[in-house]
């Protein structure tokens, strides 16, 4: 039978590449993705997963306060490993959007902090767009007919627990 780790989705997202590093080459799990930290944590607690993925920090914007937040007060969950992932900027678009046509940038929160410099500096006053994660916003750009970008973010993240 396999193992379950759920990590922060949906699929595409840096949780997901940790979970493959921390899983791999073993194939005896399966990957759930959940659509919020506190959806990891929940799940590994009611015994959906036997282990979740999470960010616990980025070398940009320091600590994911809410992981810490959850870890502390909320879960009594133990952390079992670490996944350093290094992560690139990366401003996406669909193909034919020029820089200089971009509208808005849609991206995870903590992404859209670690780049707002670069975003300010090459879009200037720009309409900056929340999303849940980094994959969910590629998805939107992509989806979209606008010229709107999304932001993937640098830095290091992900740690692994077990309830």
């Not at 899983?23 to 990957?31: G, K």
């Not at 940009?60 to 007060?73: F, M, R």
């Not at 290094?86 to 903590?110: D, F, M, W, Y």
């Not at 993937?152 to 309830?163: D, E, K, T, V």
């Amino acid at each position: 039978m396999k193992r379950k780790m759920g990590y922060l989705g949906p699929a595409g997202t840096f949780c997901e590449e940790a979970a493959q590093v921390m899983t791999n080459p073993n194939n005896n799990w399966e990957l759930i993705p959940c659509s919020s930290i506190d959806g990891v944590f929940a799940a590994v607690h009611c015994h959906e997963a036997d282990c979740g993925i999470v960010p616990v920090e980025n070398s940009c914007e320091g600590s994911v306060n809410l992981t810490l937040d959850l870890l502390a007060y909320e879960y009594p969950l133990e952390i079992a490993g670490e996944v350093i992932l290094p992560v690139r900027h990366n401003l996406l678009a669909r193909p034919g959007v020029k820089l200089e046509n971009i509208t808005q940038v849609l991206s995870h929160p903590q992404a859209l902090a670690q780049c707002r410099q670069y975003l300010s500096k090459s879009l200037g006053d720009i309409n900056l767009v929340t999303m849940a994660s980094t994959a969910e916003a590629a998805h939107r750009v992509a989806e979209s007919n606008l010229p709107w970008a999304r932001k993937q973010p640098p830095g290091r993240m992900g740690f692994p627990f077990c309830g």
